[in-house]
Structures are given as structure tokens and as C-alpha cells.
């Protein structure tokens, strides 16, 4: 577990660098550069971490990379749309109407359901190639991981503003 912690501080470092303080307008490039950044470094560490905290048989790696592969994909195509409101978030900043900030924060709330349904989706895959205390303790440090990530992300963004 103390693996897990070092790696923790350090995803937080390498994402705590780029952090702002809140500004009353976002600049799209920049966002996109920050998520860049983050994302690259979060994939980056974020297969170490987990084989790092998790030990894994050479049958059970063999069996459960694959699956975690497939799982990334899909949780990587709910964060590609939450990076889509955010972006719509950050062009109609300024000029958004009660009606776009209800259609966003629709939009947000939607991901965040398809996101808990993939996390369902596969929990009987991994249990069926990994015991249950791994299976539970992959998916704690996953939630974690994306949690960070979450985190980072919405620290960057004003709030509406009235």
C-alpha cells in the first residue's frame, strides 16, 4: 500500500503543477493543453500504479490486461465527453444562457451515469479473471485514480457566473 501512496503523491504532483487559480474566463487552448498534460500523465503512471499495488500471477496478468485494456477504452470515451462540456463550457462562457448551462450540467450528470454503468459493466469481467479481493482492491485504486483526475480537472474551471 505504500507503493500506492508514493504513486498517489506523485500523479498529485505531476497534475498539482499545472494548477491556476480560478479565473473569471477559461481560454479553450489552454484547457486543452492542461487535460493533455494530465491525461497523458495519469495513463502514463496509472497501468504502473496499479501493477505496482496489485500482484498479479503471470496467469492472472495474462488474463486481466486485456480486459483492462477494453475497460480504459470505454472509460476513456465517457472522459473524451466530459472534455467535450467542458470545452462547450469554456466557449459559452461569457455569453451562456440559463438554458445552455442546463443542457451542460444534463450533459455532465449523463457521463457520470454512463461512467458508474461501465464500472458495473465490468466488475464480472474482472472478477472472472481475477479473485475477489483484487478484483475490489483494482477497482478501489481505479476510482481513486479517476477521482484525481476528476478533481484536477473541475479545480480549473470557474463556476458559473451570474
Known sequence: MKVF??????????TAAGNTVLAQTINTAEIDKEVALMRG??????KKLISLNIPLTETEAAKFWPV???????MT???????????????NQTT???GQAT????RWADIQVQQ???RQKYIPRVEKVLPGKKAAL?????????????????TQIPLVTQ
Open 96 to 98: 451562456m444562457t440559463d
Open 103 to 106: 443542457s451542460l450540467i444534463k
Open 41 to 46: 500523465d495519469l495513463r502514463a503512471n496509472k
Open 5 to 14: 501512496v508514493s504513486g498517489l503523491v506523485m500523479v498529485l504532483a505531476l
Open 116 to 118: 458508474a454503468q461501465t
Open 77 to 91: 470515451k465517457h472522459y473524451d465527453n466530459f472534455y467535450g462540456v467542458i470545452k462547450d463550457y469554456a466557449n
Open 138 to 154: 483494482f477497482f478501489q485504486i481505479d476510482r481513486r485514480l479517476y477521482a484525481l483526475m476528476d478533481m484536477q480537472v473541475t
Open 68 to 74: 483492462y485494456d477494453q475497460y480504459v477504452a470505454e
